[in-house]
């Protein structure tokens, strides 16, 4: 009776363990399955971050192309300044020439 007993033990003892590897096995399966999802986001997260980079650089880019394009402009509205300054100057001149000569044409 004692080594039935005994045997009825360990096969219940058996049986459980079995059962706990089964859940344990369950455990894994999830534990992997989320793993791999947990994988898959870091990679999808990984390539928007590249983008996002990669946006960023654009946008620095574009920013640094804008600022020498104004600096650019603002050169030429300098020249252009000055252009129209002379022309001014020398229109002036002209007029200044103009009527001396009409004054001159006059005396005469």
Known sequence: DLQRSQVGSLEAA???LLSSEAKMQHKISEVTEHLSIAQALQHTSSVQLMQLQR???E???SVQQA???LHILSRQVERLDC???K???QAKEKEAV???QASA???H
């Open 105 to 107: 044409y006059l005396v």
């Open 55 to 57: 946006t960023e650089c």
């Open 98 to 100: 103009v009527e001396m």
């Open 14 to 16: 058996n049986t459980l």
């Open 83 to 85: 252009a129209l300054i």
């Open 59 to 61: 946008y620095v880019s």
């Open 87 to 89: 022309v001014q100057r």
């Open 67 to 69: 600022h020498t394009a």
